[in-house]
């Protein structure tokens, strides 16, 4: 289980983690999403043992991360820069991991090769983008973590590789019990592999839930109101409103069971209830509207 509890880290005065909670279960796969600049990638360097944090706690299995090797050789990560030596080939960096990782497996290393079909013996800095992501993965995979931290993880690689690499990744999670924390702004990609979604801003996590419990607490309806109701009633707590039409479009904070019955008293022609995405949850969480595209006129 991985804890963060009332985590603060500032920067020249600037506080990159304001008081930031994190609780990410033993097991799962938690997607961790939030604006640029919200403190994701500092949280992570947290987590890690890249940072010390000013205030709180950072705990995994309930120790401290920091300056603590034996736990820090039981968790691999790829960062979205990754680090190699520049002039290393990939099996000068698999001696490298091995050298850090004592549940190194060379024999899972041997396998994954035919997965990733790259010459070992090539200087990773020829690779490009999307081949040296591939070999984050190889090596990452091939140190046996308990718990594996990414971080834009699959940003570069074409879409028959993201679903090699998540299948390799999601099979750790079923037959090791990996626990997995990944930050991306794929957010549609994260709604396929998570189980759990943090939603970070400002430094701080604003809510964490599972991916179940988070598509139910939000709804969104497709609504036709009878005839000479064009506005949609002042006492619905709607978040969100538009209008195509006579169609309106409603997103309110309650399960749709709860919203349809609230809309019953109104008599609607129509009432369809539709699953939010967790790009339109992540949206209206941070702000609904005020959150959404800007229109500059020049």
């Given at each position: 289980m991985i804890e963060v509890r009332d985590a603060v880290k500032k920067f020249d005065g600037f506080a990159a983690l304001d008081g930031a909670n994190l609780l990410v279960p033993?097991?799962?796969?938690?997607?961790?999403v939030g604006p640029n600049g919200a403190g994701k990638s500092t949280l992570i360097r947290h987590l890690t043992g890249i940072y010390r944090q000013d205030g709180g706690t950072v705990r995994v299995d309930g120790q401290p991360v920091w300056e603590n090797a034996p736990l820090k050789a039981r968790i691999a990560a790829i960062p979205d820069d990754w680090y190699y030596f520049m002039q290393s080939t990939v099996r000068d960096m698999m001696r490298f991991y091995k050298g850090f990782y004592p549940s190194f497996s060379t024999e899972r290393y041997e396998k994954l090769k035919e997965v990733f079909n790259?010459?070992?013996?090539?200087?990773?800095?020829?690779?490009?983008?999307?081949?040296?992501?591939?070999?984050?993965?190889?090596?990452?995979?091939?140190?046996?973590?308990?718990?594996?931290?990414?971080?834009?993880?699959?940003?570069?690689l074409d879409p028959v590789m993201r679903r090699q690499v998540w299948?390799?990744?999601?099979?750790?999670?079923?037959?090791?019990?990996?626990?997995?924390?990944?930050s991306s702004h794929n957010l549609r990609e994260l709604e396929d592999v998570c189980d759990h979604v943090g939603i970070m801003d400002h430094g701080k996590v604003l809510l964490e839930r599972s991916l179940a419990q988070l598509q139910d607490n939000m709804v969104k309806l497709q609504v036709?109101?009878?005839?000479?109701?064009?506005?949609?009633?002042?006492?619905?707590?709607?978040?969100?409103?538009?209008?195509?039409?006579?169609?309106?479009?409603?997103?309110?904070?309650?399960n749709a069971e709860e919203a349809t019955e609230r809309l019953s008293a109104y008599n609607p022609l129509l009432v369809d209830a539709v699953p939010l995405t967790l790009e339109e949850i992540f949206i209206y969480e941070l702000g609904g509207a005020d959150y959404a595209v800007k229109d500059i006129v020049l």
């Open positions: 033993q097991g799962s796969v938690y997607g961790l790259i010459d070992e013996k090539r200087t990773i800095r020829r690779l490009s983008k999307g081949m040296q992501k591939q070999v984050a993965f190889w090596l990452a995979l091939s140190c046996m973590p308990d718990y594996l931290i990414l971080d834009e993880p699959v940003d570069g299948s390799l990744v999601m099979g750790d999670v079923a037959q090791r019990g990996t626990t997995v924390l990944v036709v109101f009878q005839d000479g109701v064009n506005e949609v009633p002042a006492d619905l707590p709607v978040l969100h409103a538009s209008k195509v039409g006579r169609i309106h479009t409603l997103i309110m904070r309650m």
